[in-house]
């Protein structure tokens, strides 16, 4: 009988087989792995790489924002300053406008009033029908009312009051000043001012405390401080009058009787002579008789009649004031005809 051999269903070829399958498999899957993490690493750094160039672009984009705003505010800032340059330049364009009009009137008054000069000269230079030989009187201001207790004098020092020779005041006007101040040997205070209401001796108080004593001293410096006075002024004594009406007029003195004495060329302001006149209408008010606490004379001397054609018409100006101020406050005024 014969033998025969079982047949083996797992032999060791088949585990070969088996084992070199699975080692196969797992080899795939190794090798499928590696694969997809490279895959992953690459696409995180294309991630990344496209991370960071969104972050420089949005970067770009913040620095160009804040550009942009920067010059949106320097545009704003210009459009601001041009504007208000616009406007400046508006309103100095209506300035310029208001002024050339009224340096075209104030040109017609000139005109109309070197006419009347030339006029006047005209007639001063014919001759008489008869010699008449006066003597050389010294001109004086004559006329000026005497009466007062307390004296102010107000004197214009501008460059027009001035001897372009030495710079000093003109010798008539110093010689004028002293002969009104002569007038008067005896008074209780006496002052000096010049046009811009300075004082030029000083001022210890106000009202009756602020005048100087009347000395031989004080008139001295008086007359010596008019020789080398070398502060300069503007062509216009009113400020000089309203600060003798402020500081030195003493309501509660009874026996104060002040006088104010101006000696002047020229009215060289702004302002109107009538805004003047109410002003020192207010600071020296007349009582129900018309009668005022402070009188106000005035000298004029006649440098804008000499030098007319340069120096405009300010002296018919300080004239026509001058002669209303002192009629109205109780004064007279003096227009000497030579320096």
Known sequence: MIRRRQTQVFSLAFLDCICCGFGAIILIFVLSVDSKEKEKRE???DVNRALVEKLAALTKMRASKEDLERSSARVATLVTDAR???DS????????EKGLQREKRGQEALLVDIDDLKKEIAARQKKPDYDLVLPDVKPAPVGLPVGNNYIAFVIDTSGSMRDPNNGGLWPIAIR????VLDVYPNVDGIQLLDGDG???LGRRGQGTGGWLADTPDTRASIKRILRRYDQDTVSNPVPGIYNAMRFLYDK???KMRMGIFVFGDEFNSSDAADLVVRRLDELNPADENGVRKVTINAVGFPTTIRYQFSMGNTGLRFANLMRTVTYLHGGAFIALQDL
């Open 176 to 179: 004028t000043i002293e002969s």
């Open 198 to 200: 300075r004082f030029v």
């Open 43 to 45: 696409a995180l750094v």
């Open 84 to 86: 208000l340059r616009n």
């Open 252 to 254: 509660d003195n009874p």
């Open 89 to 96: 330049i508006h309103a100095l364009i209506d300035e310029l």
